[in-house]
């Protein structure tokens, strides 16, 4: 993944670059995105009102299979059918 832009939204990060690696599928809201990596993990980037930062849910991302977001939220579908959110709870997230 290339990012330009705010860093602040996620954008233009060497970290980000180092970070993401094999991705398979990407997904955004209005300040942040998350990506899907080859071994079903997924990780997130941008401004943590936004899904930007999902630490607090990074354990239960496992075996993602789909990604889908709201303005603010991000949801994990995972293999076995359950789902992980986070990002702001008006919006979807934990």
Excluded: C, M
Aim: hydrophobic content about 35%; aromatic content about 10%; charged content about 20%.
């Amino acid at each position: 993944i290339v990012t330009w832009g705010d860093p602040a939204y996620g954008g233009g990060s060497f970290e980000a670059h180092e970070r993401f690696r094999t991705v398979q599928y990407v997904q955004a809201t209005h300040r942040a995105f998350a990506a899907i990596l080859g071994d079903g993990r997924v990780i997130a980037k941008g401004n943590a009102g936004y899904g930007g930062d999902s630490s607090r849910v990074q354990d239960r991302l496992r075996n993602v299979q789909q990604l889908v977001s709201t303005l603010r939220a991000f949801a994990a579908i995972l293999e076995n059918g359950s789902v992980v959110t986070w990002g702001h709870d008006e919006y979807g997230g934990d």
